[in-house]
């Protein structure tokens, strides 16, 4: 996982929620996307928005990604944002209004996420 780029990490993700049973739009793989890189809808029909970053652990991830996601979504008729990373967000991501946060672990790609 530690040698993949970001379009990769968002095509993994795309396979991912496939797999899920989730729809899937990709909207935005790797590149400039507003935002916003898949929406995935449920069999509900509910829109969730994600963005996916593909960060070293050092780099965390920002506010102005979580503020851009979180605004980004009404864009695409979502009512949830989900922000997927192999990083953390920063001291000043965390007080926004967050989208669902899910960091993978180093060694597994865990399948435990429900939304």
């Not at 040698?3 to 793989?29: C, H, P, T």
């Not at 963005?51 to 102005?64: E, L, T």
Request: proline letters at 3%; one cysteine or more.
């Amino acid at each position: 996982m530690d040698k993949i780029n970001g379009a990769e990490f968002e095509r993994l993700w795309s396979l991912y929620f496939r797999d899920q049973g989730y729809s899937v739009k990709e909207v935005g793989v790797g590149g400039r996307d507003g935002g916003v890189d898949l929406v995935i809808i449920d069999k509900r029909g509910e829109r969730t928005a994600v963005q996916a970053k593909c960060y070293a652990d050092q780099n965390k991830v920002q506010v102005m990604t979580v503020r851009e996601l979180v605004g980004a979504k009404r864009n695409h008729d979502c009512f949830l944002s989900l922000l997927v990373t192999t990083s953390d967000p920063t001291a000043d991501a965390k007080p926004v209004e967050r989208p669902r946060l899910y960091r993978r672990n180093k060694n597994i790609f865990n399948k435990k996420m429900s939304l």
